[in-house]
């Protein structure tokens, strides 16, 4: 993935990302992070290409390398000692229209279809294969950036 095309895709991500947060969809996500425990949850948020790159990014921004093994199943985005999303702001599409009851409920496909059609044509064009779990998906990011 070239530079150019890997820049173009974040900014798409992120543009798609921002235009969610206008839909006037009723949701309020404080952060509880239960969602963010997915062997408690038993559901793992799953990322287009693009997403990861931007995920990767963001978390490589704090000065992590790595992913840290997390075997109790909790996302490895998630700081141990403060509970909170290390990458909030860039938190893919899935942790934004989840299933959480606490933040509203999972949001209808249909209300918004065409981003989600907008992520899957990035994926395409960057050479991905699909939707891959959280920690896939950044993991292969992150070796490529
Ligand atoms: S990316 Fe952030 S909001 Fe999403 S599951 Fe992981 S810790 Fe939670």
Not at 28 to 47: A, D, M, S
């Amino acid at each position: 993935m070239s530079p150019k095309k890997s820049q173009s895709a974040v900014e798409e991500v992120s543009q798609i990302y921002a235009e969610l947060a206008q839909r006037p969809i009723l949701r309020n996500c404080t952060r509880l992070t239960e969602c963010c425990h997915f062997k408690l949850t038993g559901r793992t948020p799953y990322l287009t290409k693009g997403e990861g790159v931007v995920a990767a990014r963001a978390f490589r921004a704090t000065g992590r390398k790595s992913l840290p093994k997390n075997p109790d199943g909790i996302c490895p985005m998630l700081h141990r000692q403060s509970g909170a999303c290390l990458i909030y702001h860039d938190r893919p599409f899935g942790c934004r229209t989840h299933f959480c009851a606490a933040a509203g409920g999972p949001v209808a496909r249909r209300e918004v279809l065409d981003l989600i059609r907008r992520l899957e044509k990035i994926d395409v064009d960057l050479g991905g294969n699909g939707p891959r779990t959280l920690q896939a998906a950044v993991a292969d990011a992150l070796e490529k950036i």
